[in-house]
């Protein structure tokens, strides 16, 4: 195991393999590193691949502050500092996505050259001008009460409506909803109102390196928010996969390639 401290003092759990080009691979909310174990095995035969648990996920410490999609940039950042690691292809999937557009918005393209995001909406907040986010205000609130009061039948609803196929939910839905429950609930309803309410909007059509966005057909997250994000990125390129959210684990061959096919 290894991990590092951050500058507010946080142990952050992270794992390197391979060697070669750097890819870094940020998970979703909720979730941990272990999210990618059908990515990495194979992505390390060519590249460095860097996970790492998001702090209050995983293995990582899970102290009471710093439950903002900015801070976690920051723990991202310091780690890319604290490996030396440069040329990176940052890849975020789900709220990691937020994770990587905060990353951009203070940083730019700092230790980066390549972008790749997984299924996520620019704004995942229902309202007037975003019909097609994730929840609204009164859905947003149901879902905090439910996670505080029914925390594992909650969470299992969440594995489910990731995980799409039989063989998929059959073969990952307990190490789904497992590394789901390392995230003390109080702490994961903080971090939720965080990233749900975030917009951005304004900041992805500032990207300028070259992007991969990848959407799911059957995933919760509308097509529509994918494909948003593809046209407001110039010269981004978009792919699309039959499953659902965690795509990544349930048709990880095709996923694979189609992520060394964009580094190169």
């Avoid at 990582?60 to 950042?77: F, Q």
């Avoid at 407001?232 to 699309?240: E, G």
Wanted: proline share 5%.
């Amino acid at each position: 195991m290894s991990v590092f401290l951050t500058n507010d003092g946080v142990s952050i759990h992270y794992e390197v393999n391979g060697s070669g080009r750097p890819l870094v691979m940020l998970h979703g909310w909720d979730q941990s590193a272990r999210a990618f174990c059908r990515n990495v095995p194979a992505l390390s035969e060519k590249y460095q691949v860097v996970t790492v648990d998001f702090r209050g996920h995983g293995e990582s410490e899970k102290p009471s502050h710093g439950y903002r999609i900015s801070r976690l940039a920051m723990d991202v950042h310091q780690l890319l500092e604290h490996l030396d690691l440069k040329d990176v292809v940052l890849l975020g999937w789900s709220m990691g996505c937020s994770v990587l557009w905060s990353y951009w918005d203070l940083f730019r393209s700092d230790r980066l050259s390549k972008l790749i995001m997984v299924d996520e909406p620019p704004l995942c907040l229902v309202n007037e001008s975003n019909p097609d986010g994730f929840a609204d205000n009164d859905a947003l609130v149901a879902l905090k009460t439910s996670i505080l009061n029914d925390t594992v039948n909650a969470t299992q609803g969440f594995v489910d409506m990731m995980l799409y196929t039989p063989e998929g939910k059959a073969a990952y839905g307990r190490q789904t909803l497992e590394e789901s429950l390392k995230f003390p609930p109080a702490l994961c309803t903080v971090m939720l109102l965080n990233h749900v309410y975030t917009d951005w909007r304004d900041v992805i059509p500032t990207i300028t390196l070259p992007t991969l966005v990848i959407a799911a057909k059957n995933s919760h997250v509308k097509v529509s928010n994918n494909v948003w994000t593809h046209e407001h990125i110039p010269s981004s390129q978009l792919r699309m996969f039959e499953t659902a959210h965690m795509m990544f684990m349930e048709e990880p061959e095709a996923f694979n390639a189609a992520v060394a096919e964009f580094i190169g």
